[in-house]
């Protein structure tokens, strides 16, 4: 994976509550094998009308939302079933950081295994976020070796990760990047296994 360590991006906002795996990336789009190519199909449902063109209420086809790799939504975000392919749309798309009050548990672990960063942050702070991003663009840093975010008024809001979660991404491993950082005292394990009689 990517080491992330800071971003500078643009925000798009995402007012809803309890979006679930299934509306971020919709099930007839699940059978592809790679991890990419998922990103043209996020918010599928939401993002076009039955004539394929893009929806106009929806949030994310609004001008000043387009690009963002910042999505700021509301609580349960990632709720439902566990398809891994969520995180990977969400990636596909050009997400790094996704920002909530809450996540659903399973999405939550998936994006830090995929290289995405979820956050969150107090309801009341993502809320008036959203509001203003409704009509204004929006700019925000995020440090997560620092673990801030500074929003486009310069304010710095702290927020807590899980330091193996941290780990992963600061460095750019996967699970199996983190169980080959212990290379040498597996080796040395298999060797005394094998002098045993």
């Known amino acids: 994976m990517e080491a992330f360590h800071e971003i500078e991006g643009s925000v798009a906002s995402l007012p809803y509550v309890n979006v679930d795996t299934d509306q971020i990336i919709p099930k007839q789009f699940l059978k592809r094998v790679e991890r990419t190519g998922f990103g043209q199909f996020l918010f599928f449902n939401w993002r076009f009308l039955d004539d394929d063109s893009e ?14 790799s910042i999505l700021l939504s509301d609580h349960n975000f990632g709720c439902g079933s566990s398809r891994e392919h969520a995180a990977w749309a969400l990636k596909d798309y050009g997400f790094k950081v996704i920002i909530a009050p ?13 290289g995405l960063l979820p956050l969150r942050l107090p309801e009341e702070t993502v809320q008036n976020w959203m509001e203003k991003g409704k009509d204004d663009a929006l700019t925000f840093k995020v440090n997560l070796e620092e673990q801030t975010v500074e929003d486009d008024q310069g304010i710095i809001h702290t927020f807590e990760i899980d330091p193996y979660w941290k780990n992963m991404l600061v460095y750019g491993l996967d699970e199996i990047g983190v169980t080959l950082q212990y290379g040498d005292y597996i080796q040395e394990y298999e060797q005394q296994m094998k002098m045993r009689p």
Do not use: E, T, V
């Open 55 to 68: 929806n106009p209420d929806f949030p994310l086809n609004r001008p000043h939302m387009k690009g963002a």
């Open 102 to 114: 809450s996540f659903g548990d399973i999405f939550y672990n998936n994006s830090f295994k995929n």
